[in-house]
């Protein structure tokens, strides 16, 4: 079982009392512990698997908080970092009423932008691992350096490299994407993850179906295409196929993506990923998208983040 290593933010999702427009009495939040690739690194650990998360939390109450809950769900802690230069970020979520969100940040300024290399504890990328990175750390200049010399350091280790699109247009300044600084990142990875929204915003006016093969020539082995409730597709050089998720009542869909991207590292995990090739074995493919889309799809049907990513018995008959 390969090692899995989730790099970036961590943050409280403060989840809306209302959903939808119809709703009754003032609005409040309730905590929930989030941020896409701590997501990642507590759906894998619930799936059994070696998970550590890499970022920096602020010294206060939100902070303490995340440190608490990732170790309770089985997360390897020991490259959390502490800081007392700024606060853990906040997200205000609102949903409507077919669990959709929409994110109001309170970032930056915010702890896991304080991240540098200096803080990676020593012999992490020693032996490969499975390390996982999103765009929402390439929103500062800083930050973005971090992301890309430690996707560089992990490389050099002989890893797999698993990026999640993940855009959030509001952690940007102005709003405006930098999608030049997204793709550099995404054409590190060999494993690449978005939705089909995500697509259409980094391909621009590009073809689709060129702009996929141009990541598969850029090195990627495997890109899965996610949209909701329809169809998965899963591309490599030999072509696509497709997977329909299991269909479930939505509730809150904030870890639908974390929870399938951390199905699919699990499946990986225990696969040896190492062996050429191994994007071209359509049996491990159909149980990886199988597992994947079962765990997306437990996570929508729950509210909040970590609470919500299915345990193995939850996801495996």
Not at 61 to 81: P, Q
Not at 226 to 231: F, I, K, L, Q, V
Not at 273 to 285: N, T
Not at 287 to 292: D, E, I, P, S
Request: glycine share 8%.
């Amino acid at each position: 079982m390969t090692p899995i290593i989730a790099f970036g933010e961590a943050l409280v999702d403060m989840l809306s009392s209302h959903l939808g427009e119809d709703h009754d009495g003032p609005e409040t939040f309730t905590p929930y512990a989030g941020g896409a690739p701590a997501n990642v690194a507590v759906a894998c650990a619930r799936l059994g698997m070696t998970s550590r998360f890499l970022g920096m939390l602020g010294d206060d109450h939100f902070g303490d908080f995340l440190a608490r809950e990732l170790t309770a769900h089985g997360v390897d802690v020991t490259g959390v970092v502490r800081t007392q230069k700024a606060r853990t970020a906040l997200a205000f979520v609102s949903r409507d009423a077919s669990g959709e969100r929409t994110f109001d940040f309170y970032r930056p300024p915010a702890a896991d932008l304080l991240y540098r290399t200096e803080h990676l504890p020593a012999g992490v990328f020693a032996d490969p691992a499975i390390v996982h990175l999103c765009s929402n750390s390439l929103t500062e200049p800083d930050i973005a350096e971090t992301t890309l010399a430690i996707t560089e350091m992990a490389q050099r280790s002989g890893s797999l490299i698993s990026v999640d699109a993940n855009l959030r247009h509001n952690l940007w300044p102005g709003h405006r994407i930098d999608v030049g600084l997204v793709t550099r990142l995404i054409d590190q990875a060999d494993l690449i993850k978005l939705s089909a929204e995500e697509l259409d915003a980094l391909r621009g006016d590009h073809p689709r179906n060129d702009w996929l093969a141009e990541r598969l020539v850029a090195g990627a082995r495997l890109i899965v295409v996610t949209d909701g409730p329809a169809e998965v597709t899963a591309h490599t050089t030999n072509g696509a196929v497709t997977m329909t998720p299991p269909p479930v009542k939505a509730i809150d869909t904030t870890a639908g993506g974390d929870a399938f991207i951390g199905g699919l590292l699990a499946a990986l995990s225990g696969h040896d990923w190492q062996q050429e090739g191994w994007q071209y074995d359509a049996a491990f493919i159909d149980r990886a998208l199988t597992l994947a889309c079962r765990c997306g799809a437990h996570a929508v049907t729950r509210p909040g983040a970590y609470a919500a990513l299915p345990r193995r018995d939850d996801v495996i008959d």
